[in-house]
T-cell receptor, first 112, second 112 residues
Framework: KAGVTQTPRYLIKTRGQQVTLSCSPISGHRSVSWYQQTPGQGLQFLFEYFSETQRNKGNFPGRFSGRQFSNSRSEMNVSTLELGDSALYLC???????????FGQGTRLTVV | QKEVEQDPGPLSVPEGAIVSLNCTYSNSAFQYFMWYRQYSRKGPELLMYTYSSGNKEDGRFTAQVDKSSKYISLFIRDSQPSDSATYLCAMISGGSNYKLTFGKGTLLTVNP
């Protein structure tokens, strides 16, 4: 059974640009959530989607947005990139509320 | 006070030692608990998932939950150099919103 797939694995962007990250969940999983991981803050919740609806959102500015498609694949977009957005962005999928969450390998974003 | 507190370590033990990793939490709404292992430059890997007070064992790993004290632990028996990684505790509330709240992680090194 294939795991959670995130693309691309690495990205280098310039300040002010925008970026789109992609996540394909485990087959059958309808919940996809996104996290930002930095050395200083650890893993912080960005948002969660279930059946194309955003159910929960973390404390991040509106520059961070996402969506989920009918096949449960999800994308995350960050606009007007700042240096502080450099981080490992992780996607997790699960069957639903309170089920185990399985993570992808992450996308390492560097903003220069 | 942070919702989840985890000693960041680093923790260094000899091969074969019993390792104890701990997290405390302040939010009594947390009902579901997970432990993840994260190797450098990789996504977190789910090790244990528990939702009731008491012990749950899986091979060399035992997860312990004490909801009355708001304290969870992960024990690793017969530790191996391949166990060297960062260990993260994570929690979910019992509500309908799916959001993992993580500890900062404990860096473990098992020396051969």
């Amino acid at each position: 059974k294939a795991g959670v797939t995130q693309t691309p694995r690495y990205l280098i962007k310039t300040r002010g640009q925008q970026v789109t990250l992609s996540c394909s969940p485990i087959s059958g999983h309808r919940s996809v959530s996104w996290y930002q991981q930095t050395p200083g803050q650890g893993l912080q919740f960005l948002f969660e989607y279930f059946s194309e609806t955003q159910r929960n959102k973390g404390n991040f500015p509106g520059r961070f947005s996402g969506r989920q498609f009918s096949n449960s694949r999800s994308e995350m977009n960050v606009s007007t990139l700042e240096l502080g957005d450099s981080a490992l962005y992780l996607c997790a999928s699960s069957l639903g509320v309170r089920a185990e969450a399985f993570f992808g390998q992450g996308t390492r974003l560097t903003v220069v | 006070q942070k919702e989840v507190e985890q000693d960041p370590g680093p923790l260094s033990v000899p091969e074969g030692a019993i390792v104890s990793l701990n997290c405390t939490y302040s939010n009594s709404a947390f009902q579901y608990f997970m432990w993840y292992r994260q190797y450098s430059r990789k996504g977190p890997e789910l090790l244990m998932y528990t939702y009731s007070s008491g012990n749950k064992e899986d091979g060399r790993f035992t997860a312990q939950v004490d909801k009355s004290s708001k304290y969870i632990s992960l024990f690793i028996r017969d530790s191996q150099p391949s166990d060297s990684a960062t260990y993260l505790c994570a929690m979910i509330s019992g509500g309908s919103n799916y959001k993992l709240t993580f500890g900062k992680g404990t860096l473990l090194t098992v020396n051969p």
